[in-house]
């Protein structure tokens, strides 16, 4: 199965929040006694300037800490009280961030909702006392200025980014099912205007520091220096600290003015937004787009519109406390819960269990360049690797090499990359029709066709001709890895490497190991996962692996509901409306009706009846009249190039109508629907967790949301049971299985969790 098409906002669930990851170091100045037991926020006076540098010594980022805060306070009562100041310039010292964000385990260590409001607005007059400093403060921005970050900046008078591809700011608290919390939701339709502050604090995107320029986020620009006597990133900060100290001079002398001229077009803007009725527009339409993408599921969104609509309706006395209010409320709620669950699960996810790799991997060889094999070239070949691109025919490796091309030409015209580096990146991919340059290969993945004989074929062709180091990996997303492995001379060095289609979208690898995998492969694997910039989960070997064994029973159970009569456009909707990306019949064109098949023929065979519920028959029907899904234009929708809206395939009806099934009333209502669905696939994905395929249940949260579209905003399978309750799970299972058999039959661990409710998946 070549895997499982983007879905949607998982895309945006990305590692770039408040991280918190051990390790760097930090400077301090000889000012004042008071300053030597300060960890994190030191300064120095240069003339009239304070130099406030902040650098969390226990940390790859900066984040507002408890500390930080303290520090903060400190610092700024010190500079204010001091008459030989008189302004400031707040830098970070640490290469690549300003400040991230919060410090997610300090809003976790609240008991209450009231202990995190109270946090919220300590935060917020924290930087009330910034913006009305006495002395001007200029923010000097390098690297990610995210959440409490930008919160921060906006609240100095003055902010200088560097045009460096690092600096980005953004607030994107809502990615953790939050808001921005001290000031944010407040002070960016000021600065920014109304419809930029819905779409940052809503979608929670980056912004380039050029764009910020543009939207009024940023004053002014610096570009970064090149290498010198120090590294590029330390004459950049010290560059830019000399900048930030002659602008906030420049404040003080009146040389620079903070207020600033608004253009025709913001004037004009400003003018239409001055009508209520333009407003009340405004609200009514971010609002209906919020409940079309959310289904209503996810909080955040909700109460960021109201957080600012309140503050421009009814004044910043009554949106400040709005904002620090749900803020609290927020926090406490399940759907945060499962957010930041799955962010701590992609931290966990984003590292090297199993050490470092006796040899890095510098080439990386990949067999067939299909829609897979050039997606996995992509996400290699730019990352200091040399790529080798093999196919069987000259058609064949030309369209995958244009595929290469096309994702890096739509960076270019994006403006992420120049054409200069553009061209350097694809000079290191080179395009074969033979084995020639695999003997310098340190990896070779196959992403040939799912037959077992030809994967036969090329393992035993690519271990004639490659080094003794060389790990050979399968994209397979079913075929157990040791029966490819058994065609081997040295089974340590196999492996599963299982990517998810689009693969330069989709942030998930499932990696596959036997019990004859050496741990020093899987290392390497992982090395080289990491280096792609997935998220990696380990699972060992078995028919489907993880992903795509909870899938199996997932289309059957749709099967069998298009055979009750249950029509695509509901079943789309009822598990879209559960919290599904994608909606199931969607999923089953996106995956294609020819790779279900094959996935239930081979977990049928491997997992006997349980695996039953539709007829398998259905699928392969589709599949002899042309109807593949989206590939071939035609599955359980039409699909028409230019056209988002998709019909439903009239001749299916009559395939349905063939194999149709008499629905028992008793557990065929829209919610029944919804439960038949997501019970079978939290069953077999607690089953894999019982049964040894799992390491632990956080991996398991990651691959179903990240690599098959569970829920984000119910965390995963496994922090679903803990919230819904095993025992309440494990009562609707019974009565559909009393109705299907053991297709819903619960497993012992589910059980064991049913009897005892002290029993958690996560604590």
Same mark, same amino acid.
């Given at each position: 199965?070549?895997?499982?098409?983007?879905?949607?906002?998982?895309?945006?669930?990305?590692? #770039?929040?408040?991280?918190?990851?051990?390790?760097? @170091?930090? #400077?301090?100045?000889?000012?004042?006694?008071?300053?030597?037991?300060?960890?994190?926020?030191?300064?120095?006076?240069?003339?009239?300037?304070?130099?406030?540098?902040?650098?969390?010594?226990?940390?790859?980022?900066?984040?507002?800490?408890?500390?930080?805060?303290?520090?903060?306070?400190?610092?700024?009562?010190?500079?204010?009280?001091?008459?030989?100041?008189?302004?400031?310039?707040?830098?970070?010292?640490?290469?690549?961030?300003?400040?991230?964000?919060?410090?997610?385990?300090?809003?976790?260590?609240?008991?209450?909702?009231?202990?995190? =409001?109270?946090?919220?607005?300590?935060?917020?007059?924290?930087?009330?006392?910034?913006?009305?400093?006495?002395?001007?403060?200029?923010?000097?921005?390098?690297?990610?200025?995210?959440?409490?970050?930008?919160?921060?900046?906006?609240?100095?008078?003055?902010?200088?980014?560097?045009?460096?591809?690092?600096?980005?700011?953004?607030?994107?608290?809502?990615?953790?099912?939050?808001?921005?919390?001290?000031?944010? @939701?407040?002070?960016?339709?000021?600065?920014?205007?109304?419809?930029?502050?819905?779409?940052?604090?809503?979608?929670?995107?980056?912004?380039?520091?050029?764009?910020?320029?543009?939207?009024?986020?940023?004053?002014?620009?610096?570009?970064?220096?090149?290498?010198?006597?120090?590294?590029?990133?330390?004459?950049?900060?010290?560059?830019?600290?000399?900048?930030?100290?002659?602008?906030?001079?420049?404040?003080?002398?009146?040389?620079?003015?903070?207020?600033?001229?608004?253009?025709?077009m913001q004037k004009l803007q400003d003018y239409v937004m001055s009508f209520e009725i333009v407003r009340k527009k405004v609200y009514s339409t971010v609002h209906g787009k919020v409940m079309k993408q959310t289904k209503g599921l996810?909080?955040?969104?909700?109460?960021?519109?109201?957080?600012?609509?309140?503050?421009?309706?009814?004044?910043?006395?009554?949106?400040?406390?709005?904002?620090?209010?749900?803020?609290?409320?927020?926090?406490?709620?399940?759907?945060?819960?499962?957010?930041?669950?799955?962010?701590?699960?992609?931290?966990?996810?984003?590292?090297?269990?199993?050490?470092?790799?006796?040899?890095?991997?510098?080439?990386?060889?990949?067999?067939?360049?299909?829609?897979?094999?050039?997606?996995?070239?992509?996400?290699?070949?730019?990352?200091?690797?040399?790529?080798?691109?093999?196919?069987?025919?000259?058609?064949?490796?030309?369209?995958?090499?244009?595929?290469?091309?096309?994702?890096?030409?739509?960076?270019?015209? #994006?403006?992420?990359?120049?054409?200069?580096?553009?061209?350097?990146?694809?000079?290191?991919?080179?395009?074969?029709?033979?084995?020639?340059?695999?003997?310098?290969?340190?990896?070779?993945?196959?992403?040939?066709?799912?037959?077992?004989?030809?994967?036969?074929?090329?393992?035993?062709?690519?271990?004639?001709?490659?080094?003794?180091?060389?790990?050979?990996?399968?994209?397979?997303?079913?075929?157990?890895?040791?029966?490819?492995?058994?065609?081997?001379? #040295?089974?340590?060095?196999?492996?599963?490497?299982?990517?998810?289609?689009?693969?330069?979208?989709?942030?998930?690898?499932?990696?596959?190991?036997?019990?004859?995998?050496?741990?020093?492969?899987?290392?390497?694997?992982?090395?080289?996962?990491?280096?792609?910039?997935?998220?990696?989960?380990?699972?060992?070997?078995?028919?489907?692996?993880?992903?795509?064994?909870?899938?199996?029973?997932?289309?059957?159970?749709?099967?069998?509901?298009?055979?009750?009569?249950?029509?695509?456009?509901?079943?789309?909707?009822?598990?879209?409306?559960?919290?599904?990306?994608?909606?199931?019949?969607?999923?089953?064109?996106?995956?294609?009706?020819?790779?279900?098949?094959?996935?239930?023929?081979?977990?049928?065979?491997?997992?006997?009846?349980?695996?039953?519920?539709?007829?398998?028959?259905?699928? =392969?029907?589709?599949?002899?009249?042309?109807?593949?899904?989206?590939?071939?234009?035609?599955?359980?929708?039409?699909?028409?190039?230019?056209?988002?809206?998709?019909?439903?395939?009239?001749?299916?009806?009559?395939?349905?109508?063939?194999?149709?099934?008499?629905?028992?009333?008793?557990?065929?209502?829209? =919610?029944?629907?919804?439960?038949?669905?997501? @019970?079978?696939?939290?069953?077999?994905?607690?089953?894999?967790?019982?049964?040894?395929?799992?390491?632990?249940?956080?991996?398991?949260?990651?691959?179903?949301?990240?690599?098959?579209?569970?829920?984000?905003c119910l965390g995963g399978p496994f922090r679903f049971v803990d919230r819904y309750g095993a025992d309440k799970l494990v009562e609707k299972m019974r009565q559909f299985e009393a109705v299907y058999g053991n297709h819903f039959t619960?497993?012992?661990?589910?059980?064991?969790?049913?009897?005892?409710?002290?029993?958690?998946?996560?604590?």
């Amino acid at each position: 199965m070549a895997g499982i098409r983007a879905l949607g906002v998982l895309s945006r669930l990305t590692l #770039r929040r408040y991280s918190v990851i051990t390790g760097s @170091t930090f #400077r301090t100045f000889s000012v004042a006694p008071a300053m030597l037991a300060r960890t994190h926020v030191n300064y120095e006076v240069k003339d009239d300037v304070a130099v406030v540098r902040i650098n969390d010594p226990n940390s790859k980022v900066n984040t507002l800490s408890i500390q930080m805060q303290k520090e903060m306070a400190e610092v700024m009562n010190e500079v204010w009280a001091n008459n030989a100041v008189q302004s400031a310039v707040l830098i970070s010292s640490k290469p690549g961030c300003f400040i991230a964000g919060a410090d997610i385990n300090m809003i976790q260590a609240c008991n209450s909702e009231e202990e995190v =409001t109270k946090l919220s607005q300590e935060g917020q007059k924290m930087f009330d006392l910034i913006e009305k400093s006495p002395k001007p403060i200029v923010a000097a921005i390098n690297g990610s200025c995210l959440g409490g970050g930008l919160e921060f900046a906006i609240a100095c008078q003055y902010r200088i980014a560097t045009k460096s591809k690092k600096t980005v700011l953004g607030t994107p608290e809502v990615m953790l099912g939050l808001l921005p919390g001290a000031g944010g @939701t407040q002070r960016l339709p000021k600065i920014v205007g109304l419809s930029n502050a819905f779409d940052m604090a809503l979608t929670g995107r980056n912004i380039r520091a050029d764009k910020a320029k543009k939207m009024g986020l940023v004053d002014q620009l610096v570009a970064p220096l090149g290498p010198g006597l120090k590294s590029p990133e330390e004459r950049t900060i010290d560059y830019l600290e000399e900048v930030a100290i002659e602008c906030a001079r420049g404040i003080v002398n009146k040389k620079i003015s903070l207020r600033k001229e608004k253009g025709m077009m913001q004037k004009l803007q400003d003018y239409v937004m001055s009508f209520e009725i333009v407003r009340k527009k405004v609200y009514s339409t971010v609002h209906g787009k919020v409940m079309k993408q959310t289904k209503g599921l996810y909080p955040a969104p909700l109460k960021i519109i109201e957080c600012i609509k309140t503050g421009i309706e009814q004044g910043p006395t009554s949106g400040y406390l709005a904002e620090s209010q749900n803020f609290g409320h927020l926090a406490r709620t399940s759907e945060s819960a499962a957010l930041i669950g799955l962010y701590h699960g992609q931290v966990a996810c984003k590292k090297n269990r199993f050490g470092t790799p006796q040899k890095e991997v510098k080439t990386l060889a990949i067999l067939g360049a299909g829609l897979m094999g050039a997606g996995i070239a992509q996400v290699t070949v730019d990352k200091g690797v040399h790529t080798i691109l093999k196919d069987t025919t000259v058609a064949g490796l030309a369209r995958g090499e244009q595929q290469v091309y096309k994702g890096f030409n739509d960076k270019t015209k #994006r403006k992420n990359i120049t054409s200069f580096e553009r061209d350097s990146i694809l000079s290191s991919l080179s395009g074969k029709l033979d084995y020639s340059g695999f003997d310098k290969a340190d990896m070779v993945i196959e992403a040939v066709f799912e037959d077992i004989n030809i994967k036969h074929a090329v393992l035993k062709e690519v271990e004639a001709v490659v080094s003794p180091h060389c790990i050979f990996a399968s994209n397979t997303s079913a075929l157990p890895i040791k029966d490819i492995a058994a065609a081997s001379k #040295r089974p340590d060095k196999v492996i599963g490497m299982h990517y998810f289609s689009p693969v330069d979208k989709m942030q998930l690898l499932e990696i596959i190991s036997t019990d004859k995998t050496s741990n020093d492969t899987i290392a390497s694997a992982v090395a080289v996962g990491l280096k792609q910039g997935k998220v990696i989960i380990v699972v060992k070997d078995g028919p489907g692996f993880y992903t795509t064994r909870c899938l199996g029973p997932v289309l059957s159970e749709v099967v069998r509901l298009f055979q009750e009569g249950v029509d695509p456009k509901k079943v789309d909707a009822l598990t879209t409306n559960f919290g599904f990306p994608v909606g199931a019949a969607t999923l089953i064109d996106e995956v294609g009706v020819d790779v279900a098949a094959h996935v239930a023929e081979d977990l049928g065979k491997a997992f006997g009846s349980r695996f039953g519920g539709g007829n398998a028959n259905v699928l =392969t029907t589709m599949v002899d009249m042309g109807f593949k899904g989206r590939k071939s234009g035609k599955g359980c929708y039409i699909y028409q190039p230019g056209l988002k809206v998709k019909d439903v395939n009239p001749d299916i009806g009559e395939i349905f109508q063939k194999y149709r099934l008499t629905p028992n009333p008793a557990v065929s209502s829209d =919610t029944d629907i919804q439960y038949r669905v997501i @019970t079978r696939f939290v069953n077999e994905a607690v089953l894999c967790l019982q049964e040894g395929v799992l390491n632990n249940p956080l991996e398991g949260d990651i691959g179903a949301v990240f690599g098959l579209g569970f829920p984000p905003c119910l965390g995963g399978p496994f922090r679903f049971v803990d919230r819904y309750g095993a025992d309440k799970l494990v009562e609707k299972m019974r009565q559909f299985e009393a109705v299907y058999g053991n297709h819903f039959t619960p497993c012992q661990l589910l059980l064991d969790h049913a009897k005892d409710s002290s029993k958690k998946f996560h604590k």
